[in-house]
């Protein structure tokens, strides 16, 4: 997720399902966990609380990133600190490796070099913690593909020795296409259901989730080979435009940190132009510049959720995985839709 780098979906619930024993339908509820996407781990006991009374079980923690170097090779990026051993939690290990390394490595030693030095770093910063399973998110293109699925399969290997399940996340475009761009070589998969508009598109409404671009990439579900959890947005952020480029995102922006008319005037539903050049949230904005807010809220996600449940959906997932844990969500409001999420998303199984 790497925003990001993370409720497209329709696939919703691909997942929920189970059989039907004897002539009584049983309905399948998920679980929730969460994304913790920070570089610096900090978990007060304010947000265990919180997450303990949803109940959240498990949390998706990004360890590091892994890019390439032309002197160095592949090398970790921006390796998470802080990171205590005694989470009451389960903690499932994310890595996230840009498409430029599989660019750059394709030999069979480099990719199991690669492989070993993945494991080992995930090893020594996950002891002591509950570990199930290890997510790695890559989003492969044709030409990384062969390379990609190698290290996996050999990244897999590594895995298994330790009574590890190893896991890839999928964008929506790798679903769609999935003849063409293949399924990755691993136990499960996490279905990134969002991210799925035109996001440097000006016109666009919102990037983050929307019915129409959603039915695009799904207007002929089909059976994925692997089971799949779901990964769905509850965040917000504002894209800044200039010359109506997309030039930077300012995450977690709120409606209310643009009531001043003296910087900020208000151009339609969620647009903004600045008045006066200005800084916001750490970033400097020029006279002219605008904003598109970009938002999910529990009313979002029920209402794609309503949209999926008429489609027949037959993979196996049990899991929906939000992106990602802050500050923002941690309130009395949310607490009350998490805690009754599981329950309003059951869907009926089919045969």
């Not at 997309?246 to 008319?261: A, F, H, K, S």
């Amino acid at each position: 997720m790497r925003i990001l780098r993370i409720v497209s979906t329709t696939l919703m619930f691909m997942g929920l399902l189970t059989c039907e024993p004897r002539n009584k339908k049983e309905y399948q509820t998920p679980s929730i966990s969460f994304f913790y996407w920070k570089s610096t781990f900090s978990l007060n006991k304010t947000t265990e609380k919180w997450l303990d009374s949803i109940p959240v079980k498990k949390i998706y923690v990004r360890f590091f990133d892994v890019d390439f170097d032309k002197q160095k090779g592949p090398f970790p990026v921006a390796p998470l600190v802080g990171l205590p051993q005694n989470l009451p939690f389960i903690v499932t290990p994310v890595v996230f490796i840009t498409n430029e390394t599989f660019l750059n490595i394709k030999k069979e030693k480099d990719l199991q070099d690669l492989a070993d030095k993945v494991a080992e770093k995930i090893g020594l910063s996950a002891q002591n913690l509950r570990v199930n399973e290890w997510l790695i998110d890559c989003d492969w293109s044709g030409k990384t593909r062969a390379p990609y699925f190698k290290f996996l399969s050999k990244l897999k290997e590594k895995a298994h020795l330790k009574n590890i399940t190893l896991m890839a996340t999928i964008r929506l475009d790798q679903y769609k296409n999935y003849k063409s761009t293949g399924v990755p070589p691993v136990k499960k998969g996490l279905l990134m259901a969002y991210n799925m508009g035109e996001l440097s598109k000006w016109e666009t409404t919102n990037s983050i989730l929307n019915e129409e671009d959603a039915a695009m990439y799904l207007q002929n579900p089909t059976a994925y080979t692997i089971p799949l959890s779901l990964g769905l947005p509850f965040y917000q952020w504002g894209v800044v435009f200039r010359d109506f480029k997309l030039v930077r995102l300012i995450n977690g922006l709120d409606q209310m940190e643009l009531t001043d008319t003296v910087r900020f005037k208000q151009m339609g539903e969620n647009r903004y132009e600045i008045q006066k050049s200005t800084f916001l949230n750490g970033a400097y904005l020029y006279q002219g510049d605008k904003i598109r807010l970009e938002k999910i809220d529990s009313s979002d996600l029920l209402h794609m959720v309503n949209l999926l449940k008429g489609w027949k959906l037959k993979n196996q997932g049990e899991e929906m995985v939000f992106f990602h844990l802050n500050e923002e969500i941690i309130n009395s409001s949310n607490q009350t839709f998490f805690k009754s999420f599981s329950q309003k998303v059951s869907i009926e199984p089919i045969e």
